[in-house]
């Protein structure tokens, strides 16, 4: 199985969102089946195979997250996060301004979902393998 230390340590090479992909190629040599993470303080839960789970810490302070989704806003604001424009605490930041909650990952499916505080799907994505 993964630990949060080894997740940590992959995670740490992520400068930008352009980065993000092979990220996620790392983890899941690791292991990692899926991840969900929470906006207001980034900490995350990570699933693997027979049920294993293990979740890391608050990275930061708790953001505010707010009630009303601005999708378009959003989709503009990870655009620029993907171009390797903005760091990983802005988007964090950018996801609380427009509404998201938290986002899951799944690592077979190559999807990352944003959700919203009322559990609505805001975005799917495909991410790139």
């Not at 171009?83 to 990983?88: K, M, V």
């Not at 986002?103 to 799907?121: H, M, P, R, S």
Request: with cysteine.
């Amino acid at each position: 199985m993964f630990t949060v230390e080894q997740i940590e340590s992959a995670h740490s090479k992520v400068k930008t969102g352009a980065d993000f992909p092979n990220y996620i190629k790392e983890i899941k040599e690791l292991g990692v089946k899926s991840f969900e993470t929470w906006v207001k303080d980034s900490h995350t839960e990570y699933f693997g195979e027979n049920d294993f789970t293990t979740k890391s810490e608050p990275k930061y302070a708790n953001l505010i997250i707010e009630d009303q989704t601005d999708k378009e806003k959003f989709i503009q604001q990870l655009k620029s996060h993907q171009r390797g424009e903005t760091d990983y605490m802005k988007f964090c930041e950018d996801c609380a301004e427009t509404g998201i909650e938290k986002w899951i990952v799944d690592l077979d499916q190559f999807t990352c979902i944003y959700y919203d505080k009322a559990g609505n799907e805001i975005l799917t994505e495909e991410i790139p393998h």
